[in-house]
């Protein structure tokens, strides 16, 4: 197994470009399956999940070609196997995503339930209840949901709760679907937007994506185009809380700073001096971060996907940081690998409480989700010494060459096998 070690204490300084956000290269790849025409994909990022992803279309009969530079073409001529087995699924929950495709294509699907992970239970009732409303009979035998439906019909659908990808799944199924479907409470996030506007260049109908009320008018068929995949505002966030925490001055280029204002205000609030211009993003930081406190939200409400980088951050800061998670029930697997490093947190149910320390001693630490282990990189690189964090595989799922980016940032970060 891979691990990184990393010498901490170093500011970060210079220029680095932000990849293709994988929470939308994800739903978009799946949409290839709603037509028999080629769609064309631009600022694809070289992940394992995206590579997953592939592997699990192509099974399907889905022609994958190679990603190079960004770009990769998927043709589904035909989806004649329209199964996700539990061996993919098991490893990337993001899977799911072909179920409503899958539905609306070939009126037939076969797809592994994704199972719990590391930060929650992560059901999937509101993709399910969605698809039962628009006609499809789903039934769960031996851990897959076994699903048919002639043809998918347009339905009123108000989701229980936000779920991004239970909007994601709802909305490529309504799009060829027989009718109008109107989706309420829906999922605003930015990765949404972008899946629906890959949709519309297909030739799909809809109107309300980003909003919380999504329209879309079924069509009979739906043809191939080219989508350039939005930058993923999570790295950005990432790279941008490592700096507020390390200190230094870091230009981040092929951003979307519109999607993580959430995240500008709080490291602002931190101390932080950021300057953004169209698709760059400047951040400057001398001294100590002030503590930050958060609660996460839905969008646009600060992102779960970053609690545990500001988290990292908070170790250091001066005064007490409160973080509250309120997305899922159990992501604060990294506080106890922070504590390792010798941060003073405490944890009150769905709270964390993080006390600010002078400094973090370096030690070996543990990754168990992804963006736990973004929070651990960051971390290495502002404890005294050296850290090695162990099963960085959680971290080749989310990020594109995150120790080559911060190598070239002056980070002492190095993979040994
Ligand atoms: C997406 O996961 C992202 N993944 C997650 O990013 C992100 O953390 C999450 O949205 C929240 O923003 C992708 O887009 C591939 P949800 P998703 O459905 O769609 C509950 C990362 O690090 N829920 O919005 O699975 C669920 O348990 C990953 O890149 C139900 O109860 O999240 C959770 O508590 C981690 N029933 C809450 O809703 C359902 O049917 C939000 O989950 C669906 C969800």
């Known amino acids: 197994m891979d691990r990184l070690l990393i010498r901490g204490g170093r500011p970060l300084e210079g220029s680095v470009r932000v990849s293709g956000a994988k929470n939308a290269a994800l739903p978009i790849m799946c949409a290839a399956l709603l037509t028999d025409q080629a769609l064309e994909l631009s600022n694809v990022p070289k992940l394992m999940d995206v590579r997953t992803m592939a592997k699990l279309l192509s099974q399907m009969g889905v022609e994958a070609g190679p990603l190079i530079d960004g770009r990769t073409s998927l043709r589904a001529a035909a989806a004649q ?18 179920l409503g495709p899958l539905l609306a294509r070939c009126g037939r699907a076969k797809v592994s339930l994704p199972g719990g992970c590391a930060i929650g239970q992560r059901p999937v009732d509101q993709h399910i209840k969605g698809l039962q409303a628009m006609g499809a009979r789903i039934t769960v035998e031996h851990g897959y949901m076994i699903a048919a439906a002639e043809r998918l019909r347009g339905a009123h659908i108000v989701m229980d709760l936000v779920t991004v990808t239970g909007t994601e799944n709802l909305m490529m199924a309504a799009a060829l679907a027989e009718g109008t479907t109107l989706l309420e409470n829906a999922a605003r996030e930015p990765e949404v937007i972008d899946l629906a506007r890959c949709l519309t260049a297909m030739g799909a109908r809809i109107e309300g994506a980003g909003t919380g009320t999504i329209r879309i ?12 995949v939005m930058p993923d505002r999570i790295e950005t966030g990432t790279f941008l809380a490592a700096v507020a925490a390390a200190g230094g001055k870091v230009r981040l280029t092929g951003a979307a700073p519109e999607t993580l204002e959430a995240t500008l205000e709080k490291l602002r609030e931190a101390g932080a001096r950021i300057a953004v211009s169209g698709d760059v993003i400047e951040i400057e930081m001398a001294g100590r971060p002030q503590a930050a406190s958060l609660r996460t939200e839905p969008y646009p409400g600060f992102a779960t ?44 149910g769905n709270t964390a409480v993080v006390k600010g320390v002078e400094r973090l001693q370096g ?18 690189l502002i404890a005294q010494g050296e850290t090695v964090i162990e099963r960085i595989y959680h971290l080749d ?6 120790e080559e980016k911060f190598g070239a940032l002056g980070a002492k970060i190095e993979r040994v096998k």
């Open 397 to 402: 799922r989310g990020y594109e060459a995150l």
């Open 363 to 380: 030690a070996s630490v543990m990754a168990t989700d992804l963006r736990a282990s973004a929070s651990l990189v960051i971390a290495g």
């Open 305 to 348: 996907d970053m609690q545990a980088q500001l988290m990292a951050l908070d170790t250091i800061a001066s005064g007490t940081g409160v973080i509250t998670e309120t997305i899922f029930e159990n992501r604060f697997m990294h506080a106890l690998e922070l504590q390792r490093l010798g941060a003073d947190i405490t944890i009150q």
């Open 217 to 228: 008018e079924g069509v009979p068929s739906l043809a191939g185009a080219e989508h350039a």
């Open 81 to 98: 196997n329209p199964e996700a087995p539990y061996e993919l699924v098991k490893t990337m929950r993001a899977s799911v995503l072909v």
